[in-house]
């Protein structure tokens, strides 16, 4: 029995806690952290713009239980990846990295499996506003969120029914969503466009406004309610006799008595230095901002035969979408982007896409969708909190109080056995 195994707090509260990583997972962690009384230090190298934190649609997804490998998937992915200008694309350099994770991925498809994950993801997604909610009233900035609910568009029915088994997965979970013809359409978002007839609506789902403003946001109050932030990168470990006593970053060494790893698709080279080789995969995400679209939607619009959220921001209408495999070090690829503007162009018939502005993103997705939210195997005092994938934003209010009961030793208010890092 390793000290203080269900609590690393033991019936001390002083020592000051680590969270590495400054998007929405370690900014929600770190502040439930300070909401039970406790020292807590961010570390994070402070480039706003290389998080999916900065550059994400800005969809609060709770609706979003059916993962990405759904039954049939492998039926598709073949044509994907022959087509350079679909949702899925994998460089050529990368395949021998990826091939284990894709096969992961469809393994993870199967119709059984598939329901074991919209379950568990359920109780992870459906309390998502409520508890954005809380966070930003306790600071003044319930301005950064709207509910005006997702409209999921498609150019056919036949198109929708193959969608079918997600969708009922969906209802099966109790989400509400309502089916939706052109004429619901025009009523809902009269400016789209001939070629999507109908949809889905989902009344229930939000947006933030501007999802870079909410990071700041919560770096900014969390600095003001007494955390302490560190711009560096996290290299390594400080461990004494197989317990982690702090980080080795680029600025210098930093102590704890625990550490929470939630540091997005860079989470798996750190782990991996602890003993737990993750399937973590980067999936590189393009998005594009029109910062004078001169047309107007009211809500998050879905083209989902294109992969791609439109969402609209404070600072312009922004497309979001694509996945792209290919390492963290590699530069982006922006023609990727082209197929953004050929999407958004068909869905908002008379948008200016002029001055546009462009950004990748790296994703951290594991194949089955679901985060890892769950103590190292092998160090009682360090905490996983990384591979929310698509649904980050989403996930992250939940995620970053499930690991303050783990480490506060309470029980969680969910299951988290589906998320541990031993189902792999």
Same mark, same amino acid.
């Given at each position: 029995?390793?000290?203080?195994?269900?609590?690393?707090? #033991? $019936?001390?509260?002083?020592?000051?806690?680590?969270? &590495?990583?400054?998007?929405?997972?370690?900014?929600?962690?770190?502040?439930?952290?300070?909401?039970?009384?406790?020292?807590?230090?961010? =570390?994070?190298?402070?480039?706003?713009?290389?998080?999916?934190?900065?550059?994400?649609?800005?969809?609060?997804?709770?609706?979003?239980?059916?993962?990405?490998?759904?039954?049939?998937?492998?039926?598709? !992915?073949?044509?994907?990846?022959?087509?350079? $200008?679909?949702?899925?694309?994998?460089?050529?350099?990368?395949?021998?990295?990826?091939?284990?994770?894709?096969?992961?991925? &469809?393994?993870?498809?199967?119709?059984?499996?598939?329901?074991?994950?919209?379950?568990?993801?359920?109780?992870?997604?459906?309390?998502?506003?409520?508890?954005?909610?809380?966070?930003?009233?306790?600071?003044?900035?319930?301005?950064?969120?709207?509910?005006?609910?997702?409209?999921?568009?498609?150019?056919?029915?036949?198109?929708?029914?193959?969608? @079918?088994?997600?969708?009922?997965?969906?209802?099966?979970?109790?989400?509400?969503?309502?089916?939706?013809?052109?004429?619901? =359409?025009?009523?809902?978002?009269?400016?789209?466009?001939?070629?999507?007839?109908? #949809?889905?609506?989902?009344?229930?789902?939000?947006?933030?406004?501007?999802?870079?403003?909410?990071?700041?946001?919560?770096?900014?109050?969390? @600095?003001?309610?007494?955390?302490?932030?560190?711009?560096?990168?996290?290299?390594?470990?400080?461990?004494?006799?197989? !317990?982690?006593?702090? &980080?080795?970053?680029?600025?210098?060494?930093?102590?704890?008595?625990?550490?929470?790893?939630?540091?997005?698709?860079?989470?798996?080279?750190?782990?991996? $230095?602890?003993?737990?080789?993750?399937?973590?995969?980067?999936?590189?995400?393009?998005?594009?901002?029109?910062?004078?679209?001169?047309?107007?939607?009211?809500?998050? &619009?879905?083209?989902?035969?294109?992969?791609?959220? =439109?969402?609209?921001?404070?600072?312009?209408?922004?497309?979001?979408?694509?996945?792209?495999?290919?390492?963290?070090?590699?530069?982006?690829?922006?023609?990727?982007?082209?197929?953004?503007?050929?999407?958004?162009?068909?869905?908002?018939?008379?948008?200016?896409?002029?001055? @546009?502005?462009?950004?990748?993103?790296?994703?951290?997705?594991?194949?089955?969708?679901?985060?890892?939210?769950?103590?190292?195997?092998?160090?009682?005092?360090?905490?996983?909190?990384?591979?929310?994938?698509?649904?980050?934003?989403?996930?992250?209010?939940?995620?970053?109080?499930? !690991?303050?009961?783990?480490?506060? #030793?309470?029980?969680?208010?969910?299951?988290?056995?589906?998320?541990?890092?031993?189902?792999?």
């Amino acid at each position: 029995m390793l000290p203080n195994e269900d609590s690393v707090l #033991g $019936q001390s509260r002083a020592g000051r806690l680590l969270v &590495v990583g400054g998007g929405l997972v370690g900014l929600a962690t770190a502040h439930a952290l300070l909401r039970d009384g406790l020292a807590v230090t961010l =570390i994070d190298p402070g480039i706003a713009n290389a998080r999916c934190s900065f550059g994400n649609a800005g969809s609060i997804s709770a609706g979003s239980v059916a993962p990405l490998g759904m039954p049939g998937v492998f039926q598709q !992915v073949p044509g994907w990846l022959l087509d350079r $200008q679909s949702p899925l694309h994998v460089t050529t350099r990368y395949w021998p990295r990826v091939m284990p994770w894709l096969l992961r991925f &469809v393994l993870a498809s199967r119709q059984e499996r598939v329901e074991r994950i919209s379950r568990a993801l359920k109780p992870l997604l459906e309390d998502s506003i409520p508890l954005y909610k809380r966070l930003l009233g306790d600071i003044g900035a319930l301005d950064l969120i709207t509910e005006t609910g997702q409209l999921q568009l498609y150019p056919s029915e036949a198109y929708r029914n193959k969608d @079918a088994g997600a969708w009922t997965l969906r209802r099966d979970c109790g989400v509400a969503l309502d089916y939706v013809g052109r004429r619901e =359409i025009d009523d809902l978002e009269p400016a789209v466009g001939p070629r999507y007839t109908c #949809g889905v609506f989902l009344p229930n789902e939000g947006l933030v406004v501007n999802p870079a403003r909410l990071v700041d946001v919560l770096t900014t109050s969390f @600095a003001a309610a007494g955390g302490t932030l560190i711009h560096a990168r996290a290299k390594s470990f400080l461990l004494d006799a197989g !317990v982690v006593r702090g &980080v080795e970053t680029d600025a210098g060494r930093v102590t704890g008595r625990a550490v929470v790893i939630a540091a997005g698709a860079w989470s798996r080279e750190l782990s991996r $230095q602890l003993g737990d080789d993750l399937p973590l995969q980067t999936q590189r995400g393009y998005h594009l901002t029109f910062p004078a679209p001169h047309v107007n939607i009211g809500r998050v &619009v879905v083209a989902v035969d294109r992969k791609c959220f =439109i969402s609209p921001l404070e600072t312009g209408l922004r497309i979001a979408g694509t996945v792209e495999f290919d390492s963290l070090a590699a530069a982006p690829n922006y023609d990727r982007t082209d197929a953004l503007v050929r999407t958004i162009e068909d869905l908002l018939p008379g948008v200016n896409t002029s001055d @546009a502005t462009a950004w990748m993103g790296n994703r951290p997705c594991f194949p089955d969708s679901m985060p890892v939210i769950d103590r190292a195997r092998r160090h009682y005092n360090v905490f996983y909190a990384f591979g929310n994938g698509h649904l980050g934003l989403t996930g992250a209010p939940k995620t970053g109080q499930l !690991v303050a009961d783990m480490i506060a #030793g309470r029980e969680p208010s969910i299951d988290i056995r589906p998320f541990s890092a031993s189902r792999f």
